[in-house]
């Protein structure tokens, strides 16, 4: 097996694929040179440098390319319409960047209500000055979280040491949280602080839900940027509608090292920082060694973990599988005897687990099928000589 990691890699990532066996080249190439090579790899890993637009992604289906892989959590340089029709799998590692996102979302909130920035840019020029930059506090106080997944629930466990009240918004609530779960409409009707951690291509935040928040509130984005309503949120700050923004996140951003234009950077209750979330030493390491381990369980083992474009489990599919139990010989042609004889009673076979058991050369199968298997399709495969004992 042989991947191409093109815009880099953590050493825990290139070390697990190498102990698994798996061939990685770390060189960068050019848009032109990868459409001409992607077909020689069984795997493509990206960040955000690299667009693997439907050109890529069909050059590759006409090779070995079966996966492709995303290095953190937003895919939107991939696109995944492309590689489903292709077959391909997209998986993505979201779990590796949800300390350090969180951990970021708090310190703007520390950073905008305190005014931290800018009272240590008055003092880098030289003028010491308090009186503008009084704040607020952040204990006791009422934070909404709109959008309750990974990043969200380990907010909620931060602000626990504040003595923070958390309320939050999220169209599938889990049930093991910190968070009371609201309607939208009230969380930002009653919340001093406002976190996005939505994974939307839509606007979240506009100017409705502006309206709705107090004047007191401040609001963090370490989201998206498309998810905010900027004009509406500019507007909103010039009329002092709401205290203070904090933003990671912009709907339009610049490549490193690029020039940064944006409304807001003139504006005094504004903290911006340049899409840090997930810009720690440790977060990389989590997230090169996350989609390094999923990338090579798909490849090696067939494992549909983090994945995109494909359900993870059987249940995603929402389709009733029945199981059948099968205790059989490990020997050439098992699987294909016995599935003739499914086949053959028009049982579509959805999927086959099995694993060896003891020592004696034998399996225990779990045959999932689409259709209730009768008496008498038992009797055959059980008359098998391959066959110990079949149950459903």
Known sequence: MKVLVSDGMEESGVDYFRQNGIEID?????????LGCIGEYDGLIVRSSTNVDRNLVYRGAEGNLKVIGRAGVGYDNIDVDAATEKGIVVKFAPYGNTESTAELAFGLMLAVSR?????????????????PFSGSELSHKTIGIIGCGRVGQRLSEIVMGMDMETIGYDINPSLNS???????????DNSDFVSLHVNSNGVVIGEREIAMMKPSAYLINTSRGCVLDEEALYQALLDKRIAGVALDVFSSEPKEDGEFSNKFASLENVVLTPHLGASTSESQARTSLEIARVVSGFLLRGS??????????????????????IYHKDIPGAFATIDQILADSGVNIRETPSRQIGKQGNVISVYLVHDEITDEMIRRIESLPIVYRISK
């Open 26 to 34: 770390l060189r960068r190439k050019t848009p032109e040179i990868l």
């Open 115 to 131: 005014n931290i920035p800018q009272a240590h840019y008055s003092l880098r020029n030289g003028v010491w000055r308090r009186k």
């Open 178 to 188: 910190h968070i009371t779960y609201l309607p939208k409409d009230e969380v930002l």
């Open 304 to 325: 549909f973990e983090n994945s995109v474009n494909i359900g993870e489990t059987l249940d995603s599919e929402q389709r009733k599988v029945y199981p059948i139990f």
